[in-house]
């Protein structure tokens, strides 16, 4: 330590006594509070372990954004420098040089993949991680330590004070994911990088692309133009639809990879595929293209099993697909194929997972494709609810057992296109009505009995768009319900609290009202105004 580092003895006398009165108890935390800095306990998802006491850091106009050279860690310092500029006023200026300030170094120690340190106190903030995933998920934790205010994209008052100590956090769960369905509603590339800006607030890493249903196929593809140009070409309710070129496609996965956030695109096969039926006569076993589909009713479609050009197809469209992905997962679906016998969907299955691996990727497929033969290495995304049959639920479990790996996204818990309660507008209730409490107090690791604690990938939230069409809807519907899902695959089940959570969700809301994120004012959780 240089001279200049050096805390002056009395100081450091001070500040000892200061951290042992204010290193946190359950329910202890007047100092900071009084200080009008925002308490370690507030931090959603809740960190794997807090340690608050010592002086608060004031990040002023002279404070300057300290980066290692490492290009992960400049990356991850213009995005914090874009989040606090606006608001804060202050340049901000990224250096490599100096000493205090908001530091962010990547450097040894048991981070993982996405953990980080982040200490405060009156010298400067320092984030420390393995990798740039982990100063990424520390800098969110960091714009939670401060004020709401500092998410206003206009000039405000201050002051900017983080409260003092230390945060040591890495996740539960390698998979944080959530899910849009820009079939059934269109949403353009800037509705889908809102989204992400979102799910990166809470340490969501992956987005999920529902990108075809029967109401329209959404990403271009050279092989079968016809595809995107008629099968985007409508959506739910009429109305023109769209599809995102293949270089729109890509922004969205760089938008998403500057926010450590992986695409999973998916294709849903062999139901779920009325658009592409409608635009390719020849993908129908009579030849005949029914007409484009702007009606809600699922099970209805089929690809034609007994047709080569079927796989031709499955091979074109998950090959470019592929090319375009930098993501490990291509999601062929699998869901709801009541149009398709069960030897016809088991032969299809057969045949389309090698596909996915051909070209590199990962298969993902609705829990379904455990009545099949899931290949090696296969995710099955479990959308039960507590109602599924047994019989249902133990061929899920044996797959597990076997060894495929589970996502957990139950629709009567986590399906964000659930409605609250009866009288929220938007929303479906077949999966019933899901209040904020409900998405949240489930435990992912026990949540299917006989599930080895291995297998369980993590967690994904789904929004499908049957009854949205607007980023005002999605928000809705999302918040406050993801930050829950977002918990649940991030913090340790030790942590699992509804009465301290419900504490923790409210003081998001004013992060949401300075961020411009209309919510769904839940009576369950003590909201500040
Ligand atoms: C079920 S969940 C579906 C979707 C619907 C959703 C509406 C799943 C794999 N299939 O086709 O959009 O319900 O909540």
Redesign the pocket.
Known sequence: MTRHHRTPRILGTLLLVATAALTLGAGDRPAAAARGTTPFDRVVPAPASVQQGGAPYEISRSTRIRVDGTSGSRQVGEYLAQVLRPSTGYPLPLTTTGTGGIRLALGDGPFGAEGYRLTSDSRGVTITAGRPAGLFHGVQTLRQLLPPAVERKTAQPGPWAVAGGTVTDSPRYAYRGAML?VS?HFFTVAQVERYIDELALYKINTLHLHLS?DQGWRIAVDSWPRLASYGGSTQVGGGPGGFYTKAQYQEIVRHAAARYVEIVPEIDMPG?TNAALASYAGLNCNGVAPPLYTGTN?GFSSLCVSKQETYDFADDVLRELAALTPGRYLHIGG??AHSTSHADYVTFMDRVQPIVARYGKTVIG?HQLTGAHPVKGALAQY?GLDSTSAQEKAQVVQAARNGTGLILSP?DRV?L?MKYTEDTPVG?D??GLVEVRRSYDWDPGTYLPGVPASAVAGVEA?L?S?TITTAADIDYLTFPRLPGVAELGWSPAATHDWDAYRLRLAAQGPRWDALGIGYYRSPQVPWAS
Do not use: L
């Open positions: 369905d059934r249903d779920h699922v869901d709801e609705w959308w629709a399906y296109d479906q077949w999966a789904p499908w049957e």
